[in-house]
């Protein structure tokens, strides 16, 4: 827009340029429109991450403005979906855009993996019935693929060319470019706003920030003719419509047709979501291990001192960025179907390869269904990425298929969620989810050598914690339980061995530490720590405080943990009964555990930690 | 030039609602008008189900949030009324005065956004005189605050639509896009001062002001 006060009297530059502020209104309104509605493109995750970090990093994650950010000086989110879109209004002469927004809504025997039907579980509603309200449009439409779909949203931009003809001398146009762009600009900023105080915004929200399979998903579909609604089904929508920017020939305008029942499917669900809405995915543990996703850095971040924080934070979308970067599924690239026939290819391979308690229960054990189910893989992926109109090609209807349905049909996939997510589980669940297991090395040693005593105050509590969790939480019981009887690769077997390098003060206070042959002495120790009258006594004066502490950890980290008498209690008779792991306590001394018997082995840690706070405050003052 | 003025409608908020229920309309005006590059961000309130916008500016933030905390020490001290908050949008335009270069204020766009605070409510024994004793106090008072949640919820919504009404509708007094450093026009925020009559009259001063250069001018 620099030159603009400089080509004064140049018509045709002017013309020019007034058509291309016309192309960017278009091209910038459907990313607008399509970052906040097209899901799977995390561009939620993306804000989220800017709230959470410092202010002066929002502008550093994509510290570069790109031309594009600059148009209507509104940087936005890369959106493929977007890109994919536009170029048929790149080419053309002001064509309308409309773009629907498409609610598909999954019937009740829907299996993101496999379409047959799923033994053992329950299932008590079907989803007609859950949500009736959604169901009673007459576009009930059961053929297609038996999923329900229906327009939430239309937009329409356009723009309209005075019959007229142009208006206005030479030297006005030039000053009405300036005035059309900052309306531009202006309307630009509201329709951004706006699209997130519609109620398919809520839908999105709900997409992008759970970690749950929905039962509903978004898709979208941008073509410059459209079936016009019924008169029924208009009058079930509310129209809103900005006020059109004037150019120097016509006008540009932005409105939308919505269906603000909408509200109904995303409320509806939210409280009685987590007993009934889907109850094949909530209470499977499937989604306990997703669910407990987010949180399991948490434990990690223990070693860094932020646990309080971390844990009661509000959850974010953002949370499962960690797990999605690294996935090249994910990153979807504007480039046409190649590239996505790839990742489809991809995901679909890696499915197999899904550890037994992940797998869905009805999946097959026959490796050569894989075959097949890449084709329904095919056929859930969501449109974006898969839509007939291609960037080569614009958006033309093939005769007697209404471009709705084609689009329609490749138009959802929740199926991303797990296909994606569930290849990284093993890893992390080995690492977090066993009770005993010690952070990782490398923190370790990192540890060691900063903060000792608040490393080993974190560790303590993170410690407790899990006692805490072991002792009551019930979901964690069942899912130690899960992972121990149905894969030896996961069993706390191995972590609980690794706990050898657990304690950070072994390198730098006494070696001999480490040295199994003290292990009698510490068990002696552990005797007397327990007690909790006695532990005002602790270790006096024998050796440094920093090795006093570093041996309290070493046994701590030694001691029969808590969870895995649970796991083996309840694969066997149901009797609690020791580990044969646990060789630093002697059997007479704790024969059989009971849930009290842990609630006090608790209550005595919880008193050691405060005491080992005491002293490590008392250490740092001096 | 003229002075838009936009009276959004008043919101009844409780105290520890004030915060957030302001930083979202604020931040959303400012958002209409910070015409320089902006790189959105998305902020899901805390209290309601909205999403609404900010600037991603620090500066811009740090200044809404001082407002803010003054607003709610004056709160405070006034308990019981409705207050008023200004946002004003000006140009700087240098007066060439013979014997002075004086910079004045030329507003051309004032949003006042009207608030109730309600007091806190009573406690359960005001509820007394309910003839259902069985319902659980506890759990009136949780649907009284989903209730009063989803009105306010409603009223902001009512707000932000306002205000998107009024940027759409109004465009024309909007001064050319500063080309100078600075994402937004000027613009200040007037809160009650500490004695009520001081503000009102600040407040008519403000007007005076901004009208009379346009008499003038």
């Known amino acids: ?622 | 030039m003229n002075c838009e003025v936009c009276q959004l409608k008043e919101l009844e908020v409780e105290h520890f609602e004030i915060r957030e229920v302001l930083q979202c309309i604020l931040h959303t005006i400012v958002f209409h008008r910070a015409l320089g590059l902006v790189r959105p961000k998305d902020v899901d309130m805390e209290l309601l189900e909205i999403t609404y916008v900010q600037c991603g500016d620090v500066e811009l933030e740090k200044k809404i949030d001082e407002k803010i905390d003054q607003f709610i020490n004056w709160v405070d001290k006034h308990p019981n009324k409705k207050s008023q908050i200004c946002l004003s949008f000006y140009e700087v335009k240098n007066k060439q005065a013979t014997w002075f270069n004086k910079i004045e204020r030329l507003y051309w766009e004032q949003w006042y956004i009207n608030l109730n605070v309600a007091q806190h409510p009573k406690s359960h024994s005001g509820k007394s005189h309910h003839s259902k004793v069985l319902v659980d106090p506890e759990e009136m008072a949780y649907e009284d605050r989903s209730a009063r949640r989803a009105a306010l919820e409603a009223s902001v919504r009512d707000a932000l639509f306002q205000i998107i009404k009024f940027v759409n509708e109004k465009k024309d007094h909007v001064p050319p896009i500063p080309n100078r450093e600075g994402i937004s026009f000027p613009y200040e925020i007037a809160i009650p001062s500490s004695s009520d009559s001081a503000f009102g009259m600040d407040m008519i001063k403000r007007m005076l002001q901004t009208g009379h250069p346009t008499m003038l001018s």
């Open chain 1, 1 to 622: 827009m620099k030159g603009m006060a400089s080509s004064h009297g140049n018509i045709q530059s002017e013309s020019a340029k007034m058509e291309q502020i016309i192309t960017e209104f278009f091209t910038k309104s459907l990313h607008i429109i399509l970052e906040s509605r097209s899901a799977y493109l995390s561009s939620r995750n993306f804000s989220g991450e800017q709230v959470l970090s410092s202010p002066s990093s929002s502008t550093s994650s994509s510290s570069s403005v790109r031309p594009r950010d600059k148009w209507f000086n509104l940087a936005l989110r890369d959106c493929p979906a977007a890109l994919e879109n536009i170029d048929f209004w790149r080419q053309s002469t002001f064509e309308p855009m409309v773009v629907d927004v498409v609610l598909v809504q999954r019937p009740r025997d829907w299996d993101p993996v496999n379409i047959s039907p799923r033994p053992g579980l329950a299932r008590n509603l079907s989803l007609k019935e859950r949500f009736p309200n959604c169901w009673n449009s007459d576009r009930e439409d059961v053929s297609w693929d038996s999923k329900s779909e229906k327009i939430i949203e239309r937009w329409i931009i356009q723009y309209e060319n005075r019959k007229s003809g142009c208006s206005g001398s030479k030297r006005s146009s030039s000053s009405s470019l300036h005035t059309l762009y900052k309306k531009s600009i202006l309307l630009m900023r509201s329709l951004y706003l706006t699209v997130r105080l519609f109620p398919a915004y809520k839908l999105f929200h709900k997409l992008n920030s759970s970690n749950q399979l929905r039962s509903f998903n978004l898709a979208h579909h941008v073509s410059s003719f459209v079936e016009p609604f019924t008169r029924r089904e208009e009058a079930e929508m509310q129209r809103f419509g900005f006020a059109p920017v004037e150019t120097a020939c016509g006008r540009l305008s932005v409105s939308v047709l919505y269906h603000s029942s909408v509200l109904d499917v995303s409320s509806e669900p939210k409280t009685p979501m987590s007993p009934q809405f889907i109850p094949d995915y909530v209470g499977s543990p499937l989604t306990d291990t997703l669910k407990r996703f987010p949180s399991l850095p948490v434990t990690k971040a223990t070693t860094q001192g932020s646990l309080s924080s971390s844990l009661f934070s509000r959850r974010h979308s953002w949370s499962y960025d960690n797990y999605r970067a690294s996935i090249p599924c994910t990153s979807f690239s504007p480039s046409p179907s190649p590239t996505h026939i790839g990742s489809r290819a991809m995901v679909s391979h890696v499915n197999p390869c899904r550890p037994p308690p992940m797998s869905l229960p009805a999946q097959p054990p026959d490796p050569t269904t894989a075959e097949t189910r890449n084709i329904h893989f095919d056929e859930y992926w969501p449109s974006p990425t898969f839509s007939p109109s291609t960037s080569s090609s614009p958006p033309v209807h093939a005769p007697g298929t209404p471009l709705s349905k084609a689009l329609g049909r490749s138009g959802s996939a929740p199926v991303t969620i797990p296909a994606i997510k569930l290849p990284h589980a093993p890893s992390l669940l080995k690492r977090h989810v066993a009770l005993p297991s010690p952070p990782p090395k490398g923190s370790q040693l990192r540890t060691s050598r900063s903060e000792k005593s608040s490393a080993v105050i974190d560790q303590l509590s993170s410690l407790r914690d899990d006692i805490e969790k072991a002792s009551s939480g019930k979901a964690s019981n069942t899912l130690t339980w899960t992972f121990s009887r149905s894969s030896s690769r996961l069993s706390l077997q191995e972590d609980f061995d690794d706990a050898e390098f657990a304690c950070p003060f072994d390198m730098d206070d006494d070696d001999d530490m480490t040295n199994p042959d003290n292990r009698p002495e510490s068990l002696d120790q552990k005797a007397t720590l327990s007690d909790p009258l006695l532990s005002g006594t602790l270790i006096p004066g024998q050796k440094s405080q920093d090795a006093a502490v570093g041996t309290l950890v070493r046994i701590l980290k030694k001691a029969p943990p808590l969870r895995q008498d649970m796991s083996k209690s309840l694969n066997a008779s149901g009797t609690l009964t020791v580990p044969s792991v646990s060789s630093t306590i002697s059997p007479s001394t704790i024969p059989t555990k009971t849930t009290s018997d842990a609630l006090e082995e608790l209550q005595s840690y919880r008193e050691m930690k405060d005491l080992l706070l005491n002293k490590s405050c008392k250490f740092i003052n001096n």
